[in-house]
């Protein structure tokens, strides 16, 4: 069974810019979480979604958002870059609602200049 | 605030020696569970301990989980230079949308 992938894994924007991250779960995977990883913050909780619906949303600024397509794949969009945004993205998918074993992509790497 | 605070915040030992890590937790939970980090990497599933469960084994791994006490020791026993990594504690909340709340993790480094 294939991992949970993320696309790109590695990107370069302009403070202002917007950017669309992709994540595809693991097959069968019907819940898909984002959670933002800088040294400072640790492990921030972004959204949850979960059949096409968000289930949780964590406290971040309503630049953040994120959508779930019928097949699971998930994206979320950053709009308006600040360099404050710069982190590691994680996502991680479970075959049902988020609490249960989490697993993860590699993550995408975005560095805002 | 994080649900979970590990303890300490970095650990260095020996190979062979065992590592024990703690996490600390405020509210009440529906289970809690340990990930490890490869530097810059994504998290990998160590174990989930569920809250009417006391303790829990899988190969090296022993979690441990007082509720009393809102806290959880993992300890990994003959440690290897492999297991050099980021390990966290993530707790689920009860409750049917609970979303997985992870600490700042603990930064352990196994000396060949």
């Known amino acids: 069974k294939a991992g949970v992938t993320q696309t790109p894994r590695y990107l370069i924007k302009t403070r202002g810019q917007q950017v669309t991250l992709s994540c595809s779960p693991i097959?069968?995977?019907?819940?898909v979480s984002w959670y933002q990883q800088t040294p400072g913050q640790g492990l921030q909780f972004l959204f949850e979604y979960f059949s096409e619906t968000q289930r949780n949303k964590g406290n971040f600024p309503g630049r953040f958002s994120g959508r779930q397509f019928s097949n699971s794949r998930s994206e979320m969009n950053v709009s308006t870059l600040e360099l404050g945004d710069s982190a590691l993205y994680l996502c991680a998918s479970s075959p049902n609602l988020a609490g249960r074993e989490a697993f993860f992509g590699q993550g995408t790497r975005l560095t805002v200049v | 605030s994080q649900q979970g605070e590990e303890d300490p915040q970095a650990l260095s030992i020996q190979e062979g020696e065992n590592a024990t890590m703690n996490c600390s937790y405020k509210t009440s939970i529906n289970n809690l569970q340990w990930y490890r980090q490869n530097s810059g990497r994504g998290l990998v599933h160590l174990i989930l301990i569920r809250s009417n469960e006391r303790e829990k084994h899988s190969g090296r791994l022993r979690v441990t989980l007082d509720t009393s006490k809102k806290s959880s020791s993992l300890l990994i026993t003959a440690s290897r230079a492999a297991d050099t990594a980021s390990y966290f504690c993530?707790?689920?909340?009860?409750?049917?949308?609970?979303?997985?709340?992870f600490g700042k993790g603990i930064t352990l480094s196994v000396r060949p």
């Open positions: 993530a707790t689920a909340l009860t409750g049917a949308n609970s979303k997985l709340t």
């Open positions: 097959s069968g995977h019907r819940s």
